[in-house]
C-alpha cells in the first residue's frame, strides 16, 4: 500500500511516500480504507522529533476518516461498509479515571493515533474500534476526517472545560487554525461575544466567515492592550489558548477578574512567567483541555452534519504532498486544515 513514512525525525522533506505492507488487524480492530487525513499542527511536533512516544520508521496522521474493509476478531458493532473517523486517542474505558467521566486522562490504554498507532498518512489503516466514531450519511470524508481534532477540540475547550456562557466574551488565540475556527463558531453559537487573534491580515476574512465578532490582527503577539480596549477595559471572561507559551503573557493580561484561561495548544515548548499574585487577586481559573472524548467526537460529528459548525478545508492534497502540507502549516500559510487524501480514495 502507499503510505508516507517517517524515518528519521528532522525537516518536512523527511516525510516519502513509499510502497509498504498492508497492516494486519489484531482483536479489537478493524482495517479501513482511508478517505482523507488531516494534516495538524501536531504533525508537524510530532515530526520533528519532539514527542516522546513516537519512534521512527513512523506514519503520521491522526485526523481520520474511511469505510471498513475488513472486521478483526472480537469487534462486534462494526461491518464492512461503515463510515468511521477516529478519535485523536484512546481510553480503557474501566480504569478509576475513565470512570470518574475523564477518559481523555486515562494512562492505562493512552496510545495516540500517528503516535504509538501508525495513523492515516496512508491507503489503509488498522484501527481499534475503541478510538473510532461513526460518520453520518451525506458528510464528506473530509470534514469527517477533521471533525475529531478541530470541532471535538472545540466541544471540549468552549463547552467541557471553558464553561462559556452566553453574554460572556471569548478570546481566541491562534484563531486561524483548524481548532481555532471551530472555536470561533461554537463560542458564538453558544451566545459568546468572539474576539480573534491572527498574526496575518491575510486570515482576517476566514475568521469573519466563522462569526467572529472582531478580529485583531496583532504580527508581534503583542495584543492585550487592544483586547482590553475592544472589551470596554475590563477584559474578557474567557481566553482559549490555542498558540501556547508564545502568548500565554499578554492572552493572562486579557482576562477580566473570574475569568478562565484554557490552554489547549502549545505550538513552541518553552516556560511562560507566572505571577501567583494575579491569578489569586483576580481569582483566575487557569484550565488544561487536551483531547476529544467519545461523545464529544459524537456530539462534533453531529455539529458539522447538521452545518451547525462550518469545516474550514483550505486544500485537499494527494498523499505524496505531506510534506508540502507540512511546510505550509509550518510558514503559517493555513487558514483551517489541508487534507491529504490517498490514491485509491482520490
Not at 31 to 37: D, E, G, N, Y
Not at 250 to 261: D, V, Y
Request: net charge neutral.
Amino acid at each position: 500500500m502507499d503510505a508516507v513514512v517517517l524515518r528519521a525525525f528532522g525537516n518536512s522533506e523527511n516525510l516519502r511516500l513509499e510502497s509498504v505492507p498492508e497492516p494486519t488487524v489484531g482483536p479489537g480492530e478493524v482495517l479501513l480504507r482511508v478517505r482523507a487525513c488531516g494534516v495538524c499542527y501536531h504533525d508537524v511536533i510530532n515530526r520533528r522529533g519532539q514527542l516522546p512516544r513516537t519512534s521512527v520508521p513512523a506514519i503520521l496522521g491522526h485526523e481520520v476518516a474511511g469505510d471498513v474493509i475488513v472486521v478483526g476478531p472480537g469487534v462486534q458493532g462494526w461491518g464492512v461498509g461503515d463510515r468511521a473517523a477516529t478519535l485523536q486517542r484512546l481510553s480503557c474505558g474501566s480504569c478509576p479515571i475513565c470512570l470518574s467521566g475523564r477518559p481523555t486522562l486515562c494512562k492505562k490504554d493512552a496510545r495516540f493515533f500517528g503516535e504509538e498507532i501508525p495513523g492515516g498518512y496512508a491507503s489503509l489503516m488498522a484501527a481499534p474500534v475503541a478510538g473510532l466514531g461513526r460518520v453520518p450519511a451525506g458528510l464528506s470524508w473530509e470534514a469527517a476526517a477533521t471533525a475529531c481534532c478541530t470541532t471535538g477540540t472545540a466541544v471540549h475547550v468552549v463547552r467541557t472545560r471553558g464553561r462559556v456562557r452566553p453574554g460572556e466574551v471569548v478570546l481566541v488565540t491562534g484563531a486561524s487554525g483548524g481548532v481555532g475556527l471551530s472555536a470561533v463558531q461554537l463560542a458564538r453559537l453558544d451566545g459568546a461575544r468572539v474576539l480573534a487573534v491572527t498574526s496575518s491580515a491575510s486570515k482576517v476574512e476566514a475568521l469573519e466567515a466563522a462569526g467572529a465578532h472582531e478580529v485583531i490582527v496583532s504580527p508581534n503577539l503583542d495584543f492585550a492592550a487592544e483586547v482590553r480596549r475592544r472589551s470596554g477595559g475590563d477584559g474578557v471572561n474567557v481566553v482559549l489558548e490555542i498558540v501556547g507559551s508564545a502568548t500565554f503573557a499578554q492572552s493572562l493580561r486579557c482576562i477580566a477578574p473570574g475569568g478562565r484561561l484554557v490552554v489547549v495548544g502549545n505550538l513552541v515548548t518553552r516556560d511562560v512567567t507566572l505571577n501567583p499574585g494575579l491569578v489569586i487577586v483576580k481569582e483566575l481559573e487557569i484550565i488544561g483541555a487536551f483531547a476529544t472524548d467519545q461523545a464529544e467526537l459524537e456530539e462534533a460529528l453531529k455539529l458539522t452534519a447538521d452545518r451547525s459548525i462550518q469545516p474550514f478545508i483550505s486544500e485537499a492534497l494527494p498523499l505524496a504532498d505531506a510534506a508540502l502540507a507540512h511546510t505550509r502549516l509550518e510558514q503559517r500559510g493555513v487558514a483551517g486544515r489541508i487534507v491529504l487524501v490517498p490514491r485509491a480514495a482520490a
